[in-house]
């Protein structure tokens, strides 16, 4: 059961000390394809008492997404990526999500926002998340699903040296 998984995760969340600086969730916030699920994460994870960012991941849906977790009223399907700081570091919230597949890809557009925002902070830590791997894990039926155009992701990255990790969550393992 994901959610009772879930509330045990938060309750540990909860009596952390110190407490971590944020929670983050990498994508496949549901996993029943019912857009109505977003209601009992928004439930569980509103009782979280660190700040909580998401990214999209493949079992995800963008609008009720959008409408339910992020109270916009006339949500679209656009990729939601962006950027935060905490801290010394910058995190930045990557999304692969390619609706309706399993594998994942960065658009041309989320990919020249990325160079931009790295730009702009040359020497400033930084941290990334996207669901899907950018390239190979060495688990046979999860490399058919890495981010198609991990290499064009990879060599953005490559001209950054303040990326110091990128998380993804897409494993589940």
Do not use: C, K
């Amino acid at each position: 059961n994901t959610y009772a998984t879930l509330s045990r995760a938060i309750a540990q969340i909860n009596h952390l000390d110190p407490p971590p600086a944020f929670a983050m969730f990498t994508g496949d916030l549901i996993n029943d394809d019912d857009p109505q699920s977003y209601r009992v994460l928004r439930q569980l994870t509103q009782q979280l008492r660190v700040p909580t960012y998401f990214a999209m991941g493949n079992h995800d849906f963008r609008q009720p997404f959008r409408r339910v977790l992020l109270g916009e009223p006339q949500p679209d399907t656009t990729p939601y990526y962006y950027a935060f700081d905490s801290t010394q570091y910058r995190f930045i919230v990557l999304d692969s999500l390619v609706e309706g597949e399993v594998g994942g890809a960065l658009d041309a557009t989320q990919l020249a926002w990325l160079e931009t925002t790295l730009a702009t902070a040359p020497t400033r830590p930084t941290i990334l998340f996207v669901h899907h791997p950018p390239a190979p894990t060495g688990i046979d039926w999860l490399d058919e699903h890495v981010i198609a155009n991990g290499a064009a992701f990879l060599a953005v990255l490559a001209r950054h040296s303040q990326v110091r990790r990128v998380f993804f969550g897409h494993v589940h393992m």
